[in-house]
């Protein structure tokens, strides 16, 4: 059965850089077709995708957040780490990783928990 | 904004059938699977339609999705109270290289 959860702060400052880390198990990143990807959702809206990596280290990125944003893997360690820099108070939301087996066009069917990043001084 | 787009809100009554809509373009919808999460408050989405009309398993029949050119729908027969909360669409968008959602819709019961 697969498992995602993703760990790190809760409170970040302004301008600091956010590191996020999904632990998962039920799968493994270095099978074919497999992705895993980062969505966002601030308080009271929708959906944001920001980040995703797949089986062969592809990697693909929000436009609007590119400059911001690196994702790596760690197959070894069954974890995806997301990094954001430069944080603002309007990034401030729940961060869910997610997994997808659709090969290289990405879809969340299984999902972590979720975990809350405020970002104040 | 969200790159698809759904009515911020829908209702109907127990037992009714209700359709919740969205809309892409041809570099989304038009030319991928559409997904339909449902997201209950405090919690992580689920995942209740992939591939346009398919069901994950443990998903009631209920729930079905159609697609039709740059549009898809979400309907729900046999309303139910547990049903009150909030759908999103999902698809892949070429022009962008990566999946897009829609801004959500917000089910009531009445």
């Known amino acids: 059965q697969i498992t995602l959860k993703e760990s790190g702060p809760t409170l970040v400052k302004p301008t600091q850089t956010l590191t996020l880390t999904c632990t998962f198990s039920?799968?493994?990143?270095?099978?074919?077709?497999?992705?895993v990807g980062w969505i966002r959702q601030p308080p009271g809206k929708a959906l944001e995708w920001l980040a995703l990596?797949?089986?062969?280290?592809?990697?693909r990125f929000s436009p609007s957040l590119k400059s911001r944003l690196t994702i790596t893997k760690d197959t070894s360690k069954n974890q995806v780490v997301l990094t954001m820099t430069n944080m603002d108070p309007v990034d401030t939301g729940t961060y869910y990783c997610?997994?997808?087996?659709?090969?290289?066009?990405?879809?969340?069917?299984?999902w972590g928990q979720g975990t809350l990043v405020t970002v104040s001084s | 904004q969200s790159v698809l787009t759904q009515p911020p809100s829908a209702s109907g009554t127990p037992g009714q059938r209700v359709t919740i809509s969205c809309s892409g373009n041809?570099?989304?919808?038009?030319?991928?699977?559409v997904y339909w999460y449902q997201q209950l408050p405090g919690t992580a989405p689920k995942l209740l339609i992939y591939?346009?009309?398919q069901r994950p398993s443990g998903v009631p029949a209920r729930f079905s999705g159609s697609k039709s050119g740059t549009s898809a729908s979400l309907a729900i027969s046999g309303l139910r109270s547990e049903d009150e909360t909030d759908y999103y669409c999902?698809?892949?968008?070429?022009?962008?290289?990566?999946?897009?959602f829609g801004g959500g819709t917000k089910l009531t019961v009445l």
């Open positions: 997610a997994h997808s087996p659709y090969g290289g066009k990405f879809a969340c069917d299984h």
């Open positions: 039920g799968f493994s990143l270095s099978t074919s077709g497999v992705g």
């Open positions: 990596i797949f089986w062969d280290d592809g990697k």
């Open positions: 041809s570099s989304n919808i038009g030319g991928n699977y």
């Open positions: 591939w346009n009309n």
């Open positions: 999902a698809t892949w968008d070429d022009s962008l290289s990566g999946p897009v």
